[in-house]
């Protein structure tokens, strides 16, 4: 649902009721000086006016006369989210909490806000060229096993879905006219998408019947206002009824977890850290916002958080794609080195019309 110069039917029908309505108000203005015997111009002019207000609200005008949409439509849009997707043994792992969790938000997400397509950023994909961002242009999308040392059915896992060459070109134009540049890539779904959309949209249970298109990274995980940048650039798309989910975790240390210290109770910085990221992603929309999540990249408790940045840059794609929408923390769960934090960004009932990919 583009916006567009051209006045709609709908609007030349409010062009034609307002000059009929303009007519109606001098030829009053004029019997009402004719009756007071005043045809003086200014008297006729304040007539006008009083005529106007009283048989038309100011608003009534403003709205008449706009080929802008109105507050309540701009404010349609799908929300943004920010889910903390685990490693491959969470598809299996229906015990853990996050599992609920994850569900819940699919459901949200089918029953509730219908996108039309949705277009997800994900921890394992990087650009491969410098300040350059990839796009899956494939109309197929089977799985990348992106993991080692797991049992051989999980390498044989399948989640069946359909990827858009129609959305992956609206993304690279919204990127192109940011000053980004792109680069079309055909390639799978990464576990970062595949496994937390398992769970989120069950094949059987809770079936994504609308395009996936993944799309990556910057090759630099310090750069977080880029990434920030970046989820700007993709904002409008939410008008046009494409969901932004964006990948990570908000606490990831696997060096830790390799060693037996990410097991069992949390460790100090997973508990700081994911309460840091709340406080920060929870900050009332504007520059600030920004600010304070491009500083958490600084903290102290920083690099015991994330040894590499990957899995945090995508909430602040998913900040930049809120634009000047609120962030709430939906749940989270510090659990030894990891932290599952899930962040919705905006109003699930913020509708908007249903266009076809």
Excluded: C
């Excluded at 000059?19 to 109606?24: D, K, R």
């Excluded at 496994?195 to 809770?206: E, T």
């Excluded at 903290?299 to 602040?316: M, V, Y």
Aim: hydrophobic share 40%; glycine share 6%; proline share 6%.
């Amino acid at each position: 649902m583009s916006a567009s110069r051209t006045p709609s039917t709908k609007t030349t029908r409010r062009y034609s009721r307002t000059l009929l309505a303009s007519v109606t108000i001098i030829l009053f203005a004029v019997f009402v000086s004719i009756v007071q015997g005043s045809f003086e111009v200014g008297e006729l002019a304040r007539s006008i006016i009083i005529a106007a207000n009283r048989l038309f609200p100011p608003q009534t005008w403003t709205n008449a006369f706009s080929t802008r949409p109105s507050v309540n439509t701009m404010a349609n849009k799908t929300p943004v989210y920010f889910v903390s997707h685990g490693g491959p043994s969470t598809m299996f792992d229906t015990a853990h909490p996050v599992y609920s969790q994850l569900e819940a938000l699919g459901r949200e997400i089918t029953e509730q806000v219908k996108p039309s397509a949705v277009v997800v950023f994900s921890a394992h994909w990087q650009g491969e060229r410098p300040n350059t961002i990839q796009v899956n242009v494939s109309e197929q999308e089977p799985l990348l096993y992106d993991f080692y040392g797991f049992p051989r059915h999980y390498y044989q896992e399948k989640y069946p879905n359909k990827g858009s060459a129609s959305v992956a070109k609206k993304v690279i134009s919204a990127l192109n006219q940011a000053g980004i540049q792109t680069q079309e890539a055909e390639r799978g779904l990464d576990h970062g998408v595949f496994v937390p959309f398992k769970i989120m949209f069950h094949p059987d249970r809770n079936p994504l019947t609308v395009p996936i298109v993944q799309v990556s990274l910057f090759d630099d995980d310090t750069d977080a206002q880029a990434h920030i940048k970046l989820g700007r650039a993709v904002e409008k798309l939410r008008g046009e009824n494409i969901l932004i989910v964006a990948s990570g975790m908000s606490v990831h240390n696997l060096r830790h977890l390799m060693m037996g210290r990410g097991m069992g109770k949390p460790m100090p910085y997973a508990i700081t850290f994911d309460a840091a990221l709340k406080d920060a992603a929870e900050t009332k929309p504007g520059d600030h916002r920004d600010e304070v999540m491009v500083d958490l990249l600084q903290r102290a408790d920083a690099r015991q958080a994330h040894p590499t940045f990957e899995h945090l840059l995508p909430i602040h794609i998913a900040v930049g794609a809120a634009g000047q929408d609120q962030g709430r923390q939906v749940w989270t769960m510090p659990e030894g080195s990891m932290a599952w934090a899930q962040y919705r960004f905006g109003q699930v009932n913020s509708q908007v019309e249903k266009s076809a990919m």
